[in-house]
């Protein structure tokens, strides 16, 4: 391979098949290529049996309670904080005096805003960490443990075949 300089450049990565520039499989160069036979046909692959687990685990009350503390928690805050962030956009761009307003010395009201916008982003990745290891971690550690022992039985009941001779979430329950 040749850059356009003229120096050579050795790439181990080129693919020198896709420029008809070797031979394949002693085909000499410019020889078309042919294939074996036809590919063979594909089999959709069963899916595991431990697939059913994860439909009954969502059903249940369990993750339906970290799901929803999760929720309560995520959403609202979020929200907050992207009204927040649009407010110190709109006011940077709509009231460019009240953002150029002195503090205290050089300080003005858009820098004191910008770095409470980095504060704030500290301030609630600490609040998340502290409310899921409060009210979510210790019952999502409880349903994973449930979850991979339901798996466990759903595979040893399918059998050394892999898929269970009913559904998956049959075999799980």
Not at 18 to 36: D, I, K, S, Y
Not at 55 to 84: G, H
Not at 106 to 127: K, P, R, Y
Request: glycine share 10%.
């Amino acid at each position: 391979m040749r850059a356009f300089w003229g120096m050579r450049i050795d790439d181990p990565w080129y693919d020198v098949l896709a420029t008809g520039g070797a031979e394949v499989h002693g085909t000499p160069p410019g020889a078309p290529l042919q294939q074996a036979g036809p590919p063979p046909p594909r089999r959709k692959p069963e899916p595991p049996a431990a697939y059913g687990v994860y439909s009954t685990v969502q059903r249940s009350a369990a993750f339906q309670q970290v799901r929803r503390r999760y929720r309560r928690f995520a959403l609202p805050v979020s929200a907050a904080f992207l009204l927040w962030y649009l407010g110190y956009v709109v006011l940077a761009v709509c009231a460019p005096g009240l953002m150029a307003r002195s503090v205290a010395g050089v300080l003005n009201v858009g820098m004191v805003a910008g770095l409470a916008q980095f504060a704030t982003t500290f301030l609630l990745t600490w609040l998340y960490t502290r409310h899921a290891r409060l009210r979510r971690d210790r019952l999502a550690l409880e349903l994973r443990w449930e979850t991979q022992d339901m798996a466990r039985s759903a595979v040893a009941a399918a059998g050394p075949g892999g898929a269970a001779s009913g559904t998956a979430g049959e075999a799980a329950r």
